[in-house]
Nanobody, 120 residues
Framework: QVQLVESGGGLVQAGGSLRLSCAAS????????MNWYRQTPGNQRDMVAT???????GYADSMKGRFTISRDNAKNTVYLQMNSLKPEDTAVYYC??????????????WGQGTQVTVSS
């Protein structure tokens, strides 16, 4: 079985920083694209940032210049460094990954989410 486990969420003041981590474990052949999403109550889950196996990144417009996604393929881990946090960044942040359990068999997995709260 494959699991994604996030960590690093918490309470921070506006202007502060947090670093989220998401580690994949289990029967993994390789990991494709990894993503971070976030969701607030009553709203859909929105993509925050994405990173390919080769390290090509993409960001939602409101995160550009403030958030940085990175990954350590040897550790099957993706990170999200969040700087200059704003109260509107408050949300549950979810890790998402395309994971190959065999050379040609892959599934999309989600983590359980980690709460980020930014106080004003």
């Amino acid at each position: 079985q494959v699991q994604l486990v996030e960590s690093g969420g918490g309470l921070v003041q506006a202007g502060g920083s947090l670093r989220l981590s998401c580690a994949a474990s289990g029967s993994i052949f390789r990991i494709g694209t990894m993503n971070w999403y976030r969701q607030t109550p009553g709203n859909q889950r929105d993509m925050v940032a994405t990173i390919t196996t080769e390290g090509i990144t993409g960001y939602a417009d409101s995160m550009k210049g403030r958030f940085t996604i990175s990954r350590d393929n040897a550790k099957n881990t993706v990170y999200l460094q969040m700087n200059s946090l704003k109260p509107e960044d408050t949300a549950v942040y979810y890790c998402n990954a395309d994971i190959y359990t065999l050379p040609t068999i892959h599934y999309n997995f989600w983590g359980q989410g980690t709460q980020v709260t930014v106080s004003s």
